[in-house]
């Protein structure tokens, strides 16, 4: 007996919208035979290095919540990056210190949010906060630091609003010396990301909120290579003698 096929029509709807702007672009690009003999080869290097998930966000997530959000009201959203980590330490209170080594090096900073609704106040918002250290590297994945430094979660007061102590974060180089890295430099792009916090919010009858914070001022805020920049999630970094100051406020859209 044949096996019965159930037909997933989102599958095959975007599987048509694929190859039909494929067509498109093969004939507007008229690639020669060893020009896609190239790009095969270097596809499977891609897939073969573990750099898929690195190059898509660096290269195409930003256009696809761009795509999605940029008519919609609430906290415009910016890449997860590759660099997330689950069941990052669970600290006490809204008021709280990044979990970082005794000698962590840096700026220290203060950083001041609230999160809200689009309908409104709400409190009790967990949230998800991540950055890279003083050599711009992440804990769990190229820093010597120890699992989860600059890592944790806690949740916001009955009004929104929260407190975190932390350093300031500095601008990185994206990995080049794969797939991902030789693609950048082949379309001369340089390889930076300006300095950003990540952050993730979590709500009950809300929209999971990602996004990033960038500060004024940063030479890589019109150039970052991941196009992750938004204007609205840029802030100021406010100079307070022996810390740094920022705050930004977020919107969740509801589900």
Do not use: C
Request: charged letters at 25%.
């Amino acid at each position: 007996m044949a096996e019965t096929v159930v037909k997933n029509e989102r599958v095959l709807q975007a599987y048509e919208g694929f190859v039909k702007h494929m067509k498109a672009f093969l004939d507007e690009q008229q690639f020669n035979h060893e020009e896609y003999t190239n790009f095969v080869h270097w596809a499977d290097r891609l897939g073969k290095s573990g750099e898929i998930p690195l190059f898509l966000d660096v290269f195409v997530e930003s256009y696809v919540l761009e795509a999605k959000y940029k008519d919609s009201p609430g906290t415009e959203p910016s890449l997860l990056g590759p660099y997330y980590e689950e069941n990052s330490p669970e600290l006490e209170g809204s008021k709280v210190v990044i979990p970082q080594r005794a000698d962590e090096a840096g700026d220290k900073m203060k950083f001041f949010g609230n999160v809200s609704s689009v309908n409104g106040p709400i409190g009790k918002t967990k949230v998800e906060w991540w950055q890279d250290d003083a050599d711009g590297l992440y804990s769990n994945y190229d820093s010597d630091a120890p699992d989860f430094n600059l890592r944790g979660q806690f949740y916001t007061d009955e009004n929104g609003d929260f407190e975190v102590e932390s350093i300031v974060p500095i601008p990185y180089q994206i990995p080049t010396s794969g797939p991902t890295g030789e693609f950048t430099f082949a379309a001369g792009y340089h390889a930076y990301r300006p300095a950003h916090i990540h952050i993730k919010f979590d709500h009950e009858g809300h929209e999971t909120l990602i996004t990033q914070v960038f500060f004024e001022g940063d030479i890589w805020l019109e150039t970052d290579v991941a196009s992750g920049v938004r204007s609205s999630l840029t802030t100021e970094l406010r100079d307070k003698g022996d810390h740094k100051e920022a705050s930004l406020n977020f919107v969740m859209r509801t589900e």
